[in-house]
């Protein structure tokens, strides 16, 4: 079936495109122009905006943090969707499938969940496949891991190294490699509360930095398209900035993927002692492109944080807003639930606000900044419309600025910056980056051949109504979601990559298991049998 969309404003940064024209699709894939009388069904979406599906590189949507903050927090469970009274599970809301549902309707179409130690990767991917419509992936959690320290600790072979984090990989069906505060989960176990880039970890004589330098040749090595994910030593910590900017000198040029930068944008100025120091970070990414960094947005309300940055939600505990966490210590990093309700008259607040929003518009190439709010951490997905609208609009911003506290805005540069994004440069930091920077050829674009997912969005001058509530969506050629209404329900896949390396690796890792546990290391892989569904996981190739 041809089908085609007909008249509309087609941008696709990709390929330099942004003029009124015709997408076509075919058989689940954009398809080269043909005769407009070819067409078995036609969309006329003149005046409308046509992207590809919107891709998030960073959204905690499956896995034990989130379903712990679920049982923590049930008063929190608002839905536009509530389910039938008297039906099982009616006052829980906002489940999997309405994660799923929420992304489409703003155009999202391929989501990662960023933080899945390997041992709990089955329940994750159990949890991914029952988000429909979207496709997936997740980021393998290490760095906190005896096994990766004790190699380091012994000096053992880089090629071991890669060898490890390769198995990991592929016994948790991951599509990179993430490294939360490295080293710092096992220095807690130490009763370590505070822990540096070059402090070292307790009974294993390696430093963060080592760990990370290790993790970061590894990907390099498999060839795994994704750079190292790192969330970075010292989270939310007036004066982080420094940390932040070491890290980015110790990638040394090679790629490396910084998470949320917007909570380490921290100085010290002013009374208080915290003031934004985004500017000077954003000239650090504008001199490295070989760094790449997402936001983590942070937005006025209730919200919580889910962390395995033990150290970090440990030494947080206090800021919980209502006042109830968990914190669990455990193999690997362990983690903790803090919610938190961001206020817009609180002066740090309104600095963090700040501080993300400087980084959107002072990080000058949008293949190099990417668009998140580190979901659910600095606030729920569902507020992206908003965000887009900051970025896009200076009065916009004005206006928000005007009720804030003038105190917290004299410690930033927001106030003075001109700088409003275009549509283009948003589909190019919401699709061409994203893609790119998963090794994601088949997405993120509208050339011929590509996955059809697509994004028509009414041209509002609101643009947070705009990206709020898309006309029309397509998953790989389905029509999924009409004026932001889930209209057609169906399952994604969830992507991986499968990286080859020596097997001898899984014999040490099988006594490993064996000796420690006294189980086997095969618990903890994840069959692809356990997704009953036909093509439910898809390799992404690895290659140099
Ligand atoms: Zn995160």
């Not at 099982?88 to 489940?95: D, G, H, I, K």
């Not at 498999?222 to 420094?242: D, K």
């Not at 650090?284 to 942070?298: E, F, H, Y």
């Amino acid at each position: 079936m041809l089908i085609r969309l007909a008249g509309g404003r087609v941008i696709d940064p990709a390929h330099g495109r942004d003029a009124t024209g015709d997408v076509f699709i075919r058989d689940g894939r954009i398809a080269a122009p043909e005769a407009n009388d070819a067409a078995d069904v036609v969309h006329d979406v003149s005046g409308k905006i046509v992207m590809a599906g919107a891709i998030d590189i960073h959204s905690h949507i499956a896995g034990g943090n989130v379903n712990t903050a679920r049982l923590l927090l049930p008063e929190q469970h608002r839905a536009h969707l509530p389910r039938p009274a008297a039906t099982p599970l009616s006052t829980a809301l906002w489940s999997t499938f309405e994660t799923g549902c929420r992304y489409a309707a703003m155009g999202f179409t391929t989501v990662i969940e960023p933080a899945v130690p390997p041992h709990y990767a089955l329940h994750s991917h159990l949890e991914l496949a029952d988000i429909p419509i979207i496709d997936k992936g997740t980021l393998c959690v290490l760095g906190n891991d005896d096994f990766l320290l004790s190699l380091l600790r012994d000096g053992e072979s880089r090629a071991a190294i890669a060898d490890y984090v390769a198995t990991m990989l592929t016994a948790s069906k991951a599509l990179g490699v993430k490294c939360i505060n490295a080293g710092a989960a096992v220095a807690f176990k130490h009763n370590v509360r505070a822990f540096n880039l070059d402090d070292i970890v307790p009974t294993y004589g390696v430093s963060s930095r080592q760990i990370v330098e290790a993790l970061q040749q590894a990907v390099m090595d498999l060839a795994i398209p994704h750079p190292l994910h790192l969330h970075t030593n010292n989270l939310g910590i007036a004066g982080n900035v420094e940390t932040a900017i070491a890290t980015i000198a110790a990638a040394r040029g090679r790629p490396l993927h910084l998470a949320h930068l917007q909570f380490y944008a921290y100085g010290k100025e002013g009374k208080r002692g915290f003031s934004s120091a985004a500017a000077r970070l954003a000239d650090a990414v504008n001199a490295n492109p070989n760094v790449t960094i997402d936001v983590g947005q942070v937005m006025f309300r209730q919200t919580v944080t889910v962390s395995l940055d033990i150290l970090r939600q440990f030494n947080a505990m206090d800021t919980a807003r209502p006042k109830k966490t968990v914190i669990f210590d455990e193999d690997l990093n362990g983690s903790g639930i803090v919610p938190f309700n961001y206020r817009s008259n609180n002066f740090y607040n309104a600095v963090q606000w700040a501080s993300g929003l400087e980084l959107f518009l002072l990080v000058n190439d949008p293949m190099q900044v990417f668009f998140t709010t580190d979901h659910p951490n600095g606030a729920p997905f569902t507020t992206y419309p908003e965000i887009f609208a900051l970025i896009m609009d200076r009065n916009l911003r004005r206006q928000w600025i005007a009720d804030l506290p003038s105190a917290a805005m004299e410690m930033t540069t927001l106030p003075s910056i001109e700088r409003e994004y275009s549509l283009f440069e948003v589909a190019t930091m919401t699709r061409v980056a994203p893609a790119k920077l998963l090794g994601l050829k088949d997405r993120g674009h509208l050339g011929a051949g590509a996955l059809a997912d697509v994004a028509v969005y009414h041209d509002d001058p609101d643009r947070a109504q705009m990206f709020r509530s898309a006309h029309l969506v397509f998953k790989d050629g389905e029509l999924v979601v009409r004026d932001g209404r889930v209209t057609h329900y169906r399952f994604g896949r969830t992507l991986k990559v499968d990286p080859g390396f020596d097997r001898g690796i899984d014999q040490r890792l099988a006594r490993y298991y064996d000796e420690l546990y006294g189980c086997s290391r095969d618990m903890f892989r994840v069959p692809a049998e356990a997704i009953a569904r036909d093509h439910a996981f898809e390799d992404v190739a690895c290659e140099a």
